[in-house]
């Protein structure tokens, strides 16, 4: 019983700092997951109980609750898109989606397979678990009042909310891609067909469809109880309870979830119905238990790379996972927006901000539970590790001074030229 004591007490003053933290975070002008690392490895030193036992969790452990956080965060993204955004505003995200993503891709993946001496499958694997910038630990680079957003409009850190939002779900069917090729037991035998029509197209049009239906429905709901019945809704934790039944409507119709819990967001978002303030207590509430989740999975990702999955991988897997962090990322993110007329300085911004995270850690344990044949298992999993560790230092040191300086410039930049 002392140990269970001990945990709790331990969580409770460390889920504690999260009231203060943003604060704190804007004070010293570094993101809060750079704040919270070091407390997960004081944790670990100290010896809280919190089953350091094993070099990881299990894959179903990290899964779920990898999951958990990314639907919340990904609601949460939903919501936080401006009413006031145009379709021309989308132009930016969207290229990053349509380059910088397969671009990405098809880097990670040759430098696994020619650099890392992976096998395909598990090349295959590392480049789609590495494509999706992370909704969670990328919150300090993202739109955050509602109401705030439809009156300064900040192509930048649109640009990283949408993109955010859109490729956390089109990073599944390259992950399925992976998870079929190794179970084919080559590219011969691997089924494109099956794969392109129904991982690809069929899953992407359901979990799109599922999200914005739910989405407007909500959102009719939500006025007409109040016109014909005077029934009115006060809780913001409807937001949450609508990720979670999105997520598991969408998942047993054959769609992917992640889609259509951003576009659920997003559709009521845009629901002209439904009162800004609203909208706002929605988003508030699931941003507190986003943060509340936040704190936990970084303590215990803090604990886990002291436990030892650092050591997993050699030199070259730590070079490629700070090439990827400094080099990859953004020069593919460059290339896409090479025919924005943005000036260089917003450019480097949104190509530099690819921060990578929990997306990645719920992907690669997704596949492992699908199927024991991937081989260096522990290898890919340390180099994830590393490339969160680094996106959370680099990222965490240098990305409020710089959203911080495009908000003192907005007209020299152009933040509101959509």
Not at 96 to 111: H, V
Not at 308 to 321: H, P
């Amino acid at each position: 019983m002392k140990d269970h004591y001990l945990l709790l007490a331990s969580l409770g003053f460390a889920t504690l700092l999260m009231a203060w933290l943003p604060s704190i975070s804007e004070k010293i002008k570094v993101s809060s997951p750079i704040i919270l690392l070091p407390i997960g490895i004081l944790l670990y030193i100290v010896g809280i109980p919190l089953g350091w036992t094993d070099l990881l969790w299990s894959d179903n452990v990290i899964m779920i609750f990898s999951e958990a956080i990314v639907i919340i965060s990904l609601m949460g993204a939903g919501l936080k898109m401006g009413s006031d955004y145009s379709f021309k505003a989308w132009k930016r995200p969207l290229l990053l989606i349509a380059i910088t993503m397969p671009l990405t891709m098809l880097m990670t993946y040759f430098i696994g397979a020619y650099f890392l001496a992976l096998s395909v499958p598990a090349s295959l694997l590392l480049a789609a678990i590495l494509t999706p910038t992370d909704p969670v630990l990328a919150s300090d680079v993202q739109l955050d009042d509602p109401e705030r957003e439809d009156k300064l409009r900040d192509k930048i850190r649109f640009s990283l909310t949408a993109e955010a939002g859109l490729n956390d779900g089109l990073a599944f069917p390259f992950t399925y891609l992976a998870v079929m090729v190794v179970q084919a037991g080559s590219f011969a035998a691997f089924n494109f067909g099956d794969w392109f029509w129904d991982k690809l197209l069929l899953k992407i049009v359901i979990g799109v469809l599922v999200g914005i239906l739910i989405g407007r429905f909500t959102g009719y709901i939500l006025t007409h109880l109040k016109q014909w019945k005077g029934i009115q809704t006060y809780d913001g934790f409807l937001a949450l309870s609508l990720t979670f039944a999105v997520y598991g409507i969408s998942e047993l119709v054959h769609g992917y979830g992640f889609m259509a819990v951003f576009f659920a967001g997003l559709s009521l978002r845009y629901s002209e119905n439904v009162s800004g303030k609203y909208k706002k207590k929605m988003h508030d509430f699931n941003h507190e238990i986003e943060r509340l989740l936040i704190v936990v999975w970084i303590i215990l990702f803090g604990g886990t790379i002291m436990n030892g999955i650092l050591d997993v991988t050699d030199w070259k897997g730590i070079l490629f996972s700070a090439t990827f962090v400094l080099i990859l990322r953004p020069l593919a993110g460059m290339i896409a927006l090479v025919g924005i007329k943005d000036s260089v300085k917003n450019k480097l911004a949104i190509s530099f901000l690819g921060i990578r995270g929990v997306g990645s850690v719920f992907y690669l344990s997704w596949a492992f539970m699908q199927t024991d044949l991937f081989e260096n298992k522990y290898e890919l999993y340390s180099i994830a590790a590393y490339i969160i560790l680094f996106s959370i230092i680099l990222h965490g040191i240098t990305a409020p001074s710089i959203i911080n300086y495009f908000k003192k410039n907005p007209k020299k930049h152009k933040l509101d030229d959509f």
